[in-house]
Nanobody, 115 residues
Framework: QVQLVESGGGLVQAGGSLRLSCAASGIIVSISAMGWYRQAPGKQRELVASITRDSNTVYADSVKGRFSISRNNAKNTVYLQMNNLKPEDTAVYSC?????????WGQGTQVTVSS
C-alpha cells in the first residue's frame, strides 16, 4: 500500500523559509520520479518541482532560485526547501508519485505566507 505523508507547512511571513517533507511508504523513493504540486484557492493545481530517479530536477519558473527539491533515500523522504517565500506562494502543497502506472498523492499541507 502506497502512502505519502506531507508535513512542514505553516504560516510564515514574506521572506521567510519553510521545509516540506513527504515521507513515503510502499514505494522506493530512490528509484521514483516524484513531484511537489500546489493548488491555491480558485486556481488549478500546478507543478512546483520534480526530481527524477537520476536526480534531475525541474522547477516552475515562479520558484526557480528560491525552492529546492531533494530526497533522503535512507529515510525514503522527499523534501521541498522553500526560501524567500512570497504571498503568492500561499497554497496547499502535495507530493505525487507514479508507481507501477498508478498515481498517488499525499493529503497536502497548507502553506500560508503573510505580507
Amino acid at each position: 500500500q502506497v502512502q505519502l505523508v506531507e508535513s512542514g507547512g505553516g504560516l510564515v511571513q514574506a521572506g521567510g523559509s519553510l521545509r516540506l517533507s513527504c515521507a513515503a511508504s510502499g514505494i522506493i523513493v530512490s528509484i521514483s520520479a516524484m513531484g511537489w504540486y500546489r493548488q491555491a484557492p480558485g486556481k488549478q493545481r500546478e507543478l512546483v518541482a520534480s526530481i527524477t530517479r537520476d536526480s534531475n530536477t525541474v522547477y516552475a519558473d515562479s520558484v526557480k532560485g528560491r525552492f529546492s527539491i531533494s530526497r533522503n533515500n535512507a529515510k525514503n523522504t522527499v523534501y521541498l526547501q522553500m526560501n524567500n517565500l512570497k504571498p503568492e506562494d500561499t497554497a496547499v502543497y502535495s507530493c505525487h508519485v507514479r508507481w507501477w502506472g498508478a498515481d498517488y498523492w499525499g493529503q497536502g499541507t497548507q502553506v500560508t505566507v503573510s505580507s
